[in-house]
């Protein structure tokens, strides 16, 4: 047993749940005991129950934990952003190659939050289905705000497609690439660097969304946006 440094109330019940991850990733919900997850955090089982009163407890702070916004100043900037046809690349961008151009086998908190999504999707999909509920308003909602402007401006073309439905399309689009590129051995070889499997799943994403290439190609310009930088 690992002897327990020092730590405020909150950040031990902050350590245990970075702790506890890779077991729920590696086990499940139910494959998982108190004993493994109280040796994972370096805690004792009393410790574990005095921050957490039981497993489900632990693991409904894991989800919430794994479902917050990683770089909340950056969504709100660019929330921020008057809707129009440039934020409308530019967050499709960012959600493409937040998702897709990320290296993921040096990234062991990727990997792991990877493993907790994978998981749930083969389980009762109650870590995932949070993780997307938490996820996915703020994205649609900006979308189709910005669709609708660039419409209006003559840069996209109304179609058939629902706004919404759009917005989920390509969500979804981003992590099956991402899904496929896990393994060390990728399940689909693209045949293109990572850089330009984001640039081409981002001009995919927006001509099904009905921006012509000309708007494209005049706002596409990841190099030139300040906001991307950390």
């Not at 405020?8 to 890779?22: C, F, K, L, P």
């Not at 990683?70 to 440039?86: A, C, F, N, V, Y």
């Not at 967050?91 to 999504?117: P, S, W, Y």
Request: proline content about 4%.
């Amino acid at each position: 047993m690992k002897s327990s440094s020092k730590l405020s109330s909150e950040e031990r019940r902050q350590a245990i749940i970075r702790a506890v991850r890779r077991v729920f990733a590696d086990k499940g919900f139910h494959g998982t005991t108190t004993r493994e997850l109280a040796d994972a955090a370096g805690v004792s089982e009393a410790l574990l129950f005095k921050h957490f009163p039981h497993k489900e407890a632990l693991y409904s702070a894991m989800q919430m934990f794994c479902s917050m916004e990683q770089d909340p100043e950056k969504l709100e900037r660019i929330k921020g952003l008057e809707p129009s046809t440039s934020t409308l690349v530019l967050i499709v961008h960012m959600m493409i190659a937040k998702t897709v151009g990320r290296e993921c086998q040096d990234d062991e908190d990727a990997m792991i939050h990877h493993r907790l999504m994978l998981r749930s999707l083969i389980e009762d999909g109650e870590f995932a289905r949070l993780f997307f509920q938490k996820n996915l308003s703020c994205w649609m909602a900006k979308v189709e705000e910005c669709l609708e402007a660039s419409t209006a401006a003559g840069e996209a073309i109304r179609g058939p497609l629902v706004p919404k439905l759009g917005a989920l399309f390509a969500w979804n689009l981003a992590r099956a690439i991402m899904f496929s590129r896990i393994p060390a051995r990728p399940l689909v070889d693209y045949g293109v660097p990572r850089a330009t499997l984001v640039e081409q799943a981002v001009w995919f994403t927006l001509r099904g969304l009905g921006v012509t290439d000309k708007a494209i190609k005049r706002y596409y310009n990841p190099e030139g946006w300040t906001i991307l930088a950390d």
